[in-house]
């Protein structure tokens, strides 16, 4: 998750049951999320043991369920329907409060016909639910801020997220599978690179020369900016595999007031010192519809006045989509690799 955070305690390994405070001693953000991330760890592996890894409540038995669009006799092309109710996914709830179309689902934009992950005709599809929990600040939802206060930007929240989604099958796939979605579900996901028999984290080792000589805690977070070829100083950005760091955990956020081709005017700048822009900054934009749809926008670099610190200039201009719907910017320490950051390229060796 993305946020403020002193550092990531939990494991599921020591099977801790319970965070015991002591008197007398200092409070950590840290033993708190613990506390927190043992019970949630607990009531998932329970709904799994309980339900296997896929169910609907028993008073429930409609709960997601996929149908055509029947609109007066005539079925709607391209689309269907997808029933309100609950539905665990490995122990994760997740639930639809009213009915809705694939190609409207509440976290799933689909944007039209031309679209990639647009429904075809005379194709067979597996219908998926993909669950996830995404991390809610202040930015997203106003309301967890307590204006009583003045606004102060206090705790974030997760939002377990689910999308309806579809991968296209071959015919041999669509009839040696017909009556076993089970064994297509297992098919799916070792080919997605989903197993859950593999292990999942990555082993990185830092020089022992790189010793950390600073004051406060820093939780570093790397991430994939966008998938591509792997290459080193690469001419073509288009092609090219990007990733980018940050030793906040991408947790300091900056509005965007204003858009104007490949530049972009933020706010809030004038808060804590560690959160201020500085000159020569990268800084990632972040929207809901792009976040949700797995797509990455361009990151910026913050020019070399401090006159016009307030500006971030991006290798190209944004979608006009951007100016009318909710966007921020989350700064990194370092920006694209293939963009020319040699201080990207140091920072993971």
Known sequence: ?????????????????????????????????????????????????????????????DSFEITAINVSGAYVPRDFSIAPGRY????????????????????????????PVALRDSHNYLVYLDVWERDMTYMEDPSIRDVALGGPDTSTRARVTWQVRVSELTTEQARNH????????????????????????????????????????????????????AADNA??????????????????????EEISGSELRLSNLAGNVNARLQVGDWVEVVDDTYELRGRALP??????????????????????????I?????????????????RMGRSLL
């Open 178 to 229: 017909a009556a076993s979605g089970e064994a297509l579900l297992d098919e799916f996901l070792v080919s997605a690179g989903l197993d859950s028999s593999a292990d999942p984290m990555l082993s990185v080792r830092a020089s022992p020369d790189t010793h950390y000589r600073g004051s406060e805690n820093h939780l570093y977070r790397i991430e994939v900016h966008r998938p591509g070829t």
């Open 88 to 115: 665990y996914v490995d122990g994760i709830l997740c639930e639809n409060d009213a009915a809705a179309q694939y190609t409207s689902q509440p976290s799933f934009p689909v944007d039209d016909k031309d679209d």
């Open 326 to 342: 909710r966007r921020s910017t989350r700064t990194y320490d370092a920006g694209i690799s293939g963009l020319g950051s040699e």
């Open 299 to 324: 990151c910026c670099k913050s020019p070399g006045s401090r006159k016009a610190i307030g500006w971030s200039r991006c290798p190209k201009a944004f979608p006009a989509t951007l100016v009318a």
């Open 235 to 256: 001419a073509d950005y288009e092609g090219t595999a990007t990733f980018k760091w940050s030793r906040d955990n991408g947790s300091v956020l900056f509005p965007i």
């Open 1 to 61: 998750m993305v946020g403020d955070f002193s550092r990531n305690t939990f494991d599921p390994s020591k099977h801790y049951s319970r965070v015991l405070m002591q008197q007398g001693r200092v409070q950590l953000d840290a033993d708190f999320n613990e506390q927190h991330a043992i019970l949630l760890h607990r009531l998932r592996l329970l709904a799994r043991d309980l339900v296997g890894r896929h169910a609907g409540p028993a008073d429930l038995p």
